[in-house]
């Protein structure tokens, strides 16, 4: 599952409103897509089932996790992508950097990062609803 025409396959072998995808960002950002064009494409077939919002910068062979707000994402593009869609399924922050001072026994998925990533989410949605 390396690149959106895989995910398109994967969706075309079982028709079925049953079959969707759960949309990790990264994930398709490694594969150095155009990710609120691609949350649209999956989006407008009714195939995003879950989202991972998520940041990082680089490909699949070489990249860092990024704070949400700082990769190569333009993460304001894809929250209004998944307004555009009429998303409403669950949606939660994905991968974030340790902060000085947390333990890292959940790499990834430490606490103060989630809550920057939760407070910034909030932020764009307000910022979308109030200016569509
Ligand atoms: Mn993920």
Redesign the pocket.
């Given at each position: 599952m390396t690149s959106p025409e895989n995910f398109q396959r994967l969706l075309d072998l079982v028709p079925s409103p049953n079959n969707g995808i759960t949309f990790?960002q990264?994930?398709f950002a490694e594969m150095g897509v155009d990710i609120p064009a691609t949350i649209k494409h999956f989006g407008s077939q009714k195939k995003l089932f879950f989202a991972?919002f998520?940041n990082l910068r680089g490909t699949a062979t070489n990249f860092t996790e990024m704070f949400h707000d700082d990769g190569d994402t333009d993460m304001f593009a894809a929250m209004r992508a998944y307004f555009d869609i009429g998303f409403d399924g669950p949606m939660r922050p994905?991968?974030v950097p340790t902060v000085e001072g947390e333990g890292n026994d959940r790499p990834g998925y430490t606490l103060m990062g989630r809550l920057f990533a939760v407070g910034y989410m909030r932020g764009l949605i307000e910022a979308i609803e109030k200016t569509r």
């Amino acid at each position: 599952m390396t690149s959106p025409e895989n995910f398109q396959r994967l969706l075309d072998l079982v028709p079925s409103p049953n079959n969707g995808i759960t949309f990790c960002q990264g994930c398709f950002a490694e594969m150095g897509v155009d990710i609120p064009a691609t949350i649209k494409h999956f989006g407008s077939q009714k195939k995003l089932f879950f989202a991972h919002f998520r940041n990082l910068r680089g490909t699949a062979t070489n990249f860092t996790e990024m704070f949400h707000d700082d990769g190569d994402t333009d993460m304001f593009a894809a929250m209004r992508a998944y307004f555009d869609i009429g998303f409403d399924g669950p949606m939660r922050p994905d991968h974030v950097p340790t902060v000085e001072g947390e333990g890292n026994d959940r790499p990834g998925y430490t606490l103060m990062g989630r809550l920057f990533a939760v407070g910034y989410m909030r932020g764009l949605i307000e910022a979308i609803e109030k200016t569509r």
